[in-house]
């Protein structure tokens, strides 16, 4: 108690000088399966710039990487296994693909280019977090302007660009966890980040960490650090009820709260018509219109457990004893509906050259549903776009498809440079800057508009071939394939939208709106002209693919160097042997 009492005096006096605020959040939702989903959401504001970066609680090697590469907004995920939407529905964080997901937007006038400081900026973040990002290169990096869009509130008037790149076969393991428990001011002695314990939360069903650092009025910073898990608590109870707590969850609970944190909150959803109970006993409160929320979180108000919510204040209830909320389960009844949107992506044919790509989309909802497609394939493979085809109930229906936008390996970006049309002086100019590398092939994008009819499923294809390598392009160790990275389902504003932050040009400039608006329903809606028509409210990602390429016989040129290597020495033995060996009679 007394170091954390030393702590505190300098903390609140020198973030008094350079305003900077913590907070932190822990959001528990039990899903349809019996799981329970946990976000932890760790925010640090810095008000105004510091020239000297005398940071108090904003994490200084973070800051240097943002202001050496001169980045306005960064988002770098994570994330390991594969986040099931049709039984958990849209997850706290929208960021859930698989593997590492990195992509920023960095404005012109500094002094290299912006291919210069994407690279210095994956390599300075992989040895922050000790990942593998400095393998996001060309040949993985795209810039899909439409489908990630600047977030930041606000923005300088400098024309933006996007770099965006995944890598789906990176895992999250510890020690990705240890550096980034360390960006948190009381890394994992007190507060919420108690509960991290890193042998629970790698063994949870699903598990991601993510970063997303956004610019503010004033030259300042928004980070948010995320942390979240899914757990199963049938499996770890080894029983056949889903009841819960700290304790079982992360084998932990909060003994102390984070002193230099200005709110640090756990919330709990509560199920509807359910018999349970809750420890300690809260007061129900309804997330409705009166409740003040963090807007940037999204939640499906439309789910029947988003209607109430229990909230416990950390400080207050850990001076009494350690926390440990608990939920316990009377009855099995389900009590949140899968998402009316389910995608599934496979890759068919048994050829190691050709083969075929399918996307299957089924909406379960009783409107038609507008969604975009967006693609990013590396150079190994090229889907051909004349042979994409859209089918309903087994009918052709190419009608359902537009706005495509194809761009094979070879071309430069999809996406021409452009400016949106700034609605005022302050709003910048963004651009999906058109980049070329002399390096090597980028990836191909195909991004497309797909409309839904309610109550069908929707099937896409398109065959692709696969390419083959040189037999030194091959990576060293066992061949298991090649991953492809997950594609991108991303709402498509309805043109007449009487949300102004959801509107974009029509000559496919980066669109304006905030991606963490929410709405009073699971879809977007559009005004009375398109009442009919929904999109998604945020993004959705499929697994990752496993491509099978051609592979040459490795083994060949092993056996020939053998006997080769075998023969020679024969031969040079022999050879050797009788051009230096000495014939003497001995006498015996």
């Known amino acids: 108690m007394v170091s954390w009492s030393l702590l505190v005096v300098p903390l609140v006096v020198l973030g008094g000088v350079w305003c900077e605020e913590y907070e932190e959040d822990l959001v528990l939702r039990p899903l349809r399966d019996g799981k329970v989903s946990s976000t932890f959401t760790f925010t640090t504001v810095l008000h ?7 940071y108090t609680l904003f994490p200084l090697p973070l800051g240097q990487i943002l202001r050496e590469y001169a980045i306005t907004e960064l988002h770098l995920s994570l994330n390991a296994g594969k986040w099931n939407y049709d039984a958990w529905g849209y997850p706290e964080h929208p960021a859930v693909p698989t593997g590492a997901e ?3 937007w960095m404005p012109d006038g500094a002094a290299s280019t912006i291919d210069d400081r994407w690279a210095g900026l994956r390599n300075a973040l992989a040895g922050l977090f000790c990942a593998s990002l400095g393998s996001l290169d060309h040949r993985r990096t795209s810039s899909p302007v439409q489908a990630y869009p600047l977030q930041s509130s606000h ?28 960006l948190l001011p009381c890394k994992s002695r007190a507060g919420l980040a108690r509960l991290l314990n890193p042998q629970r939360l790698f063994d949870a069903d699903w598990h991601g960490l993510g970063v997303h650092v956004l610019s503010t009025e004033g030259g300042g910073v928004e980070m948010k650090l995320v942390v979240q898990a899914v757990f199963d608590p049938v499996r770890l109870s080894g029983g056949k009820r889903r009841d819960w707590s700290f304790q079982s969850l992360f084998d932990r609970t909060i003994n102390a709260a984070c002193p230099v944190a200005s709110s640090s909150s756990v919330r709990v959803f509560l199920p509807e018509e359910q018999i349970f109970s809750l420890s300690p006993e809260p007061e129900p409160q309804p997330s409705d219109e009166s409740q003040p929320r963090d807007e940037s979180q999204p939640h499906d108000e439309s789910q029947p457990h988003d209607k109430s919510l229990a909230i416990y204040d950390v400080p207050t209830l850990v001076s009494h004893g350690p926390l440990d909320v608990a939920m316990q389960w009377t009855t099995e009844h389900a009590f949140q509906y899968p998402p009316p949107l389910s995608i599934q992506r496979t890759l068919h044919g048994t050829s190691q050259a050709h083969g075929a790509l399918a996307c299957t989309l ?7 549903l507008r969604v975009g497609y967006l693609e990013t394939l590396p150079a190994l493979v090229t889907l051909w776009a004349h042979t ?11 009608d359902l498809l537009t706005d495509l936008i194809y761009h094979p390996s070879h071309s430069p970006s999809p996406f021409s440079s452009h400016s949106s049309s700034p609605s005022s002086s302050s709003s910048p100019q963004t651009h999906a800057h058109a980049h070329t590398h002399t390096h090597g092939p980028s990836p191909s994008l195909l991004q497309a508009t797909l409309t839904l009819p309610p109550y069908s499923t929707l099937r896409l294809t398109a065959e692709l071939s696969r390419a083959f390598l040189r037999y030194t392009e091959h990576p060293p160790d066992a061949m298991r394939g090649w991953d492809l990275p997950g594609a991108v389902f991303f709402p498509v504003p309805v043109p007449g939208s009487t949300d102004s932050a959801s509107s974009f040009n029509a000559n496919h400039s980066a669109p304006t709106f905030n991606h963490s608006a929410r709405t009073d329903s699971t879809y977007a809606q559009t005004d009375e002209a398109h009442a009919h028509i929904h999109t998604l409210p945020y993004r959705m990602h499929t697994p990752a693919l496993l491509a099978d390429l051609p592979t040459p016989d490795f083994s060949m040129p092993y056996n ?4 080769s290597c075998t023969l020679v020495t024969l031969i040079f033995g022999s050879v050797f042997n009788v051009l230096t060996r000495g014939w003497v009679v001995v006498e015996v």
Not at 362 to 368: D, E, F, I, K, V
Request: with cysteine; aromatic share 4%; hydrophobic share 40%.
């Open 362 to 368: 089924t909406n379960r909802g009783p409107a038609p």
């Open 48 to 54: 105004g710039a510091d020239p000297a970066q005398h």
């Open 560 to 563: 020939v160097i053998i006997l």
């Open 388 to 398: 994409i085809r859209v089918e309903v109930g087994g009918v052709g229906r190419d």
């Open 102 to 104: 990195l992509w920023a």
């Open 155 to 182: 923005i300088p008037s400098a024309p933006h660009h996007l770099r965006h790149a995944t890598l789906p076969s990176e895992h999250v393991c510890t020690e990705n966890l240890t550096p980034f428990l360390k």
